[in-house]
């Protein structure tokens, strides 16, 4: 499986961005594709993930403002970041793994490049 992240950038606080992960690489039917993001000095936390049949699974500190939607057409997840403040600074991460529901990414089998996003006041 193959992950490419791309879309990420400088942002004005308030803006929107967003991220692309184009896909390949699955063998079954059923797997999740994930954003995860990694700030300086923090953990690396979970955003939001979506399923092969399009459920989406949502942390709880981006709902409202973070938006996942997959195209199967073109193989690609988007992350659509709306209200965004320099606390979303940080490496964002496209990630998978097979199942069939959030628990396949705990925890991812694989993993983007990663994409950086940079928010400023």
């Known amino acids: 499986v193959q992950l490419v992240e791309s879309g990420g950038g400088l942002v004005q606080a308030g803006g929107s961005l967003r991220l692309s992960c184009a896909a390949s690489g699955f063998t079954g039917d059923d797997y999740v594709i994930g954003w995860f993001r990694q700030a300086p000095g923090k953990e690396r936390e979970g955003l939001s993930c979506?399923?092969?049949?399009?459920?989406?699974y949502y942390r709880d500190s981006v709902k409202g403002r973070f938006t996942i939607s997959s195209d199967n057409a073109k193989n690609t997840v988007y992350l659509q970041m709306s209200s965004l403040n320099p606390e979303d600074t940080a490496a964002y991460y496209c990630?998978?793994?097979?199942?069939?529901?959030?628990?396949?990414?705990?925890?991812?089998?694989?993993w983007g490049q990663g994409t950086q996003v940079t928010v400023f006041s």
């Open positions: 990630a998978a793994g097979y199942g069939t529901a959030w628990y396949a990414l705990q925890p991812p089998a694989y």
């Open positions: 979506i399923t092969s049949d399009s459920s989406a």
